[in-house]
């Protein structure tokens, strides 16, 4: 009989502290304070609840990383069109999390497909101008203008 009782006590003791309950969701603590959580407001901490703490402002895409770059962000080329002196190389760099290509509508360059962050360069030998894609997302669309 002490058995069963020492056992009955142990597993009560267990099932209070969430070990043999199916259950295991932890109880919130409440403090001396009354609030959930000490030293912020009751529902959680806002910006606007918490004076001298703010957001930081929203991200807009990034600008080119030069003169002769090319955004790929949103699902966009940045610029739309790019215009430099022949001789030139251009980058572009893919912002986005999808992988992207850059792609000339007339077959004159075509990067391989990039990841997240990855880059590509092209150098501009002849004056003209480029009109490119990305083959993955052929409603990418811009163009690169080069001048003598």
């Known amino acids: 009989m002490t058995v069963a009782v020492a056992a009955a006590a142990l597993m009560a003791t267990v099932s209070a502290c969430g070990g043999a309950s199916p259950n295991n969701s932890a109880p919130t603590p409440v403090f001396a304070s009354g609030t959930e959580t000490p030293g912020f407001p009751p529902g959680g901490a806002t910006p606007d609840a918490m004076p001298g ?8 895409a990034a600008a080119p990383a030069g003169p002769n770059a090319v955004n790929i962000d949103g699902f966009a080329f940045t610029p739309a069109t790019l215009t430099v002196k022949a001789g030139t190389t251009v980058i572009w760099v893919n912002h986005d999390e999808e992988p992207h ?14 990841g997240a962050g990855a880059t590509y360069t092209f150098t501009f030998t002849k004056a003209g101008t480029f009109a490119y894609i990305c083959s993955i997302h052929p409603f990418m669309k811009a163009t690169v203008v080069v001048t003598p």
């Open 101 to 114: 290509t850059v792609a000339a509508t007339d077959g004159g360059f075509h990067s391989p497909g990039m």
């Open 53 to 60: 703490m703010s957001m930081p402002p929203p991200t807009q």
